[in-house]
């Protein structure tokens, strides 16, 4: 199986430039940004928070808390998988009681990974309210998750992949679709 | 970098990467033990064994809370009440416990090698809670886990082991785990547990020397491990208890010769007044109780590794991002 990339979705301007419409639109939903925090979902996710947060500091003049979270423990899929998948630490520097949470992560799918994570998130506490952000959505969702901020919506075929990609991990930044060919 | 462990046999077959996968692995189950909600359901649905064939209590107790704590349900054998008493093999009580089909099997048994011999004989991943004088994973992994924690990396420590070095798994297998990092060791004990055997334990080329004087054993060492004294191998004329006490017993004063930042660690049961004075099992260098808490956090990470996924085969490439 090749994977061969279509087109581009996104580049680094358009990536910055949402990141920004992103944090406005969380601050102006949320009345201000008083009991707001941010947790990022790992990998691409945590990047995406901490920018977001930067672009917060801009508007408010406020630092947002930003924590981390790993949700390879809370995953349903690990007895399918063949490998071993590597944990990495979470880390939520604050209570998330009563916190007004934001999770980010960067592509919305089937809302596996957010089911996780909202699990995640209660064996740690039990915040106001939890609203989602995601870079790109891309639909095929298996559960009833939706997010309340998107960056952008994608259309895709099951056989189509979207890779962000963000300086702090890969190296490069823009986002891609790409097709995995048989 | 990822590896796969079919069994947790001992450790000195592995790699000084391979352990510190293993400790890395740790801490993120590290976090898990300070959520009000410690309870996580990784493992709903799979079985974990616990065969004791051997007396213990904490790290019976230790392996079923981790077991739990990731949502396995656990099955539970102690020799005490069970067909070993009758007179069955070892061979067909682990059988019959398979049959029963867990998806680990931890155990201890008071010969050397018998987790191996269980681990060549069943399909099944085992876990090695202590065999004989042999070897005791685990709680060298949750000491290394705690010195790191403390010290920020293993790299060539001086490492004092006090006590009956000769009867220890826990000596050996800390031998086995720390020697891989470039440490060196100094035994300290009455002559009958001091062997010469024991310098050759560990890897190639390690520094280990024998010394009968406490006071000299103690000098410069960053770690002070100190072993539990069993009573019953104690006795008249070789080396009455008094004596033992006069002679080894780690007191505030003797760990004056130590560094003054050094580590004091004991696998427990520990018993104050004999082996260790209360002063130093309470005081701000002992490391026991988190040891306990490090124990949970190290046997959690090693029933996840062995217990989740599937077949041998290659890593995802980014695992994290292939659920969603």
């Known amino acids: 199986m090749r994977i061969v990339e279509k087109s581009q979705l996104m580049t680094a301007t358009e990536i910055d430039r949402t990141v920004q419409r992103l944090a406005h639109e969380i601050v102006e939903k949320s009345g201000g940004t008083a009991n707001l925090a941010l947790i990022g979902v790992r990998r691409r996710g945590v990047p995406l928070a901490n920018r977001i947060a930067h672009a917060m500091r801009g508007i408010d003049g406020v630092d947002v808390p930003v924590g ?19 944990l990495q630490s979470s880390e939520i520097p604050f209570p998330v009681d009563d916190k007004d949470l934001v999770l980010v992560d960067d592509v919305l799918y089937t809302g596996r990974t957010i089911r996780a994570a909202m699990n995640g998130l209660f064996d740690l506490g039990r915040p106001q309210r939890v609203r989602l952000c995601v870079l790109i959505d891309r639909g095929h969702r298996e559960l009833p998750i939706e997010a309340s901020f998107v960056g952008r919506s994608v259309q895709t075929s099951d056989s189509e992949i979207i890779e962000v990609r963000l300086n702090e991990v890969d190296g490069e930044e823009r986002v891609i679709l790409v097709e995995r060919v048989p | 970098m990822s590896y796969r462990f079919n069994h947790m046999l001992g450790i000195e077959p592995l790699t000084a990467e391979e352990i510190v996968f293993l400790l890395d692995q740790s801490k993120s189950f590290q976090e898990i033990q300070r959520h009000p909600l410690k309870k996580l359901a990784t493992l709903r649905g799979k079985t974990v064994a616990l065969a004791f064939f051997e007396n213990s209590t904490r790290t019976r107790i230790s392996f079923a809370t981790a077991a739990s704590r990731l949502g396995a349900d656990q099955m539970n054998l102690q020799a005490e009440s069970s067909s070993v008493k009758k007179g069955e093999s070892l061979l067909d009580t682990v059988r019959t416990l398979d049959a029963m089909k867990p998806d680990c099997i931890v155990m201890r048994h008071s010969s050397s090698g018998a987790a191996d011999f269980v681990a060549r004989n069943l399909d099944v991943p085992v876990i090695n809670a202590g065999d004989g004088t042999h070897e005791h994973p685990t709680q060298a992994l949750l000491d290394a886990l705690t010195i790191r924690d403390r010290r920020g990396n293993l790299d060539g420590l001086n490492v004092t082991i006090l006590g009956d070095i000769l009867h220890s798994r826990v000596a050996r297998s800390n031998i086995h785990l720390l020697s891989k990092f470039g440490c060196r060791f100094t035994l300290c004990g009455p002559p009958m547990w001091l062997p010469k055997e024991l310098e050759s334990l560990g890897a190639a080329g390690t520094s280990i020397r024998r010394v009968t004087r406490i006071v000299e054993a103690l000098e410069g060492a960053d770690v002070v ?15 009455p208890i008094g004596e033992y006490i006069l002679q080894y017993q780690l007191t505030p004063e003797r760990l004056r010769q ?52 599937g077949a041998d085969a290659p890593s995802e490439k980014d695992s994290s991002h292939a659920a969603d």
Request: charged share 20%.
């Open chain 1, 68 to 86: 981390t979270l790993d949700i390879t423990l809370y995953r349903d899929d690990l007895s399918k998988v063949a490998a071993q998948p590597i």
């Open chain 2, 225 to 239: 491990l100190t072993l539990r004294v069993q009573q019953e191998r104690l006795h008249e004329p070789a080396l």
């Open chain 2, 258 to 309: 130590a560094r003054p930042d050094a580590l004091v660690l004991h696998p427990g049961p520990m018993i104050r007044g004999l082996e260790i004075d209360p002063a130093v099992a309470d005081g701000p260098q002992s490391c026991v109780l988190e040891q306990v808490t490090n124990g949970l956090a190290v046997r959690m990470a090693l029933l996840y590794l062995m217990t989740s996924g």
